[in-house]
Structures are given as C-alpha cells and as structure tokens.
Nanobody
Framework: QVQLVESGGGWVQAGGSLRLSCASSRAIVEFSSMEWYRQAPGSQHELVATITIVGSTKYGGSVKGRFTISRDIDKNTVYLQMTDLKPEDTADYYC?????????WGQGTRVTVSS
C-alpha cells in the first residue's frame, strides 16, 4: 500500500504564493507519473499538473504560467509551487501517483485564496 501525504495548503490573499508538497511512502520513480488535481466546491476534479517518470511536465490551461510542478527524487516528494494565486484557485488539492495498474491518492490539502 502506498501512502501519499499532502501538506502546505492554507489561506493566502490573491496574488500570493504557496508551495504544496506530496510525500510518497514509495519511490516516486516507480510510478509512471505524479499528478496534482484540485476540486473546488461543487465542481469536478481538475487536473492541475503532471510530472512524468522522465521529468517532463504538463499543466492545465488555467494554471499554466503560474504553477510549477517539480520533484525531489531523493525525498520521494513532489511539489506544486503556486504563484499569482487567484480566488478561483480555491480548492482541495490532491496528489495522485499513477501506475499501469491502479493509482493512489492522497487525502488532500485545502487552499483558500481571498480577494
């Protein structure tokens, strides 16, 4: 069983920054990719960012240019640096580890951006 533990959420004013962390109990290079999702109240899950096993990255259109996904392989941790935060970024943010058979989710961390 894999455990993913997110941290770093909180309250921030619009224009501010936060860095989320996702610590994995298994080596992150064992997964084909690591992803950040978010879910705002009353909305569906939205894919925010992806980092693949080879380190390539991809972003959702609403966060491109503002968010950066990165990883520390030695620490088995994936990060989401969020800058120029907007009220519409308010959501619960989840980390997901993707493998060929089955995926794993963290418990989420809440980000609240006030205007």
């Amino acid at each position: 069983q894999v455990q993913l533990v997110e941290s770093g959420g909180g309250w921030v004013q619009a224009g501010g920054s936060l860095r989320l962390s996702c610590a994995s109990s298994r080596a992150i290079v064992e997964f084909s990719s690591m992803e950040w999702y978010r879910q705002a109240p009353g909305s569906q899950h939205e894919l925010v960012a992806t980092i693949t096993i080879v380190g390539s990255t991809k972003y959702g259109g609403s966060v491109k240019g503002r968010f950066t996904i990165s990883r520390d392989i030695d620490k088995n941790t994936v990060y989401l640096q969020m800058t120029d935060l907007k009220p519409e970024d308010t959501a619960d943010y989840y980390c997901r580890a993707v493998q060929r058979v089955g995926n794993y989710w963290g418990q989420g961390t809440r980000v609240t951006v006030s205007s």
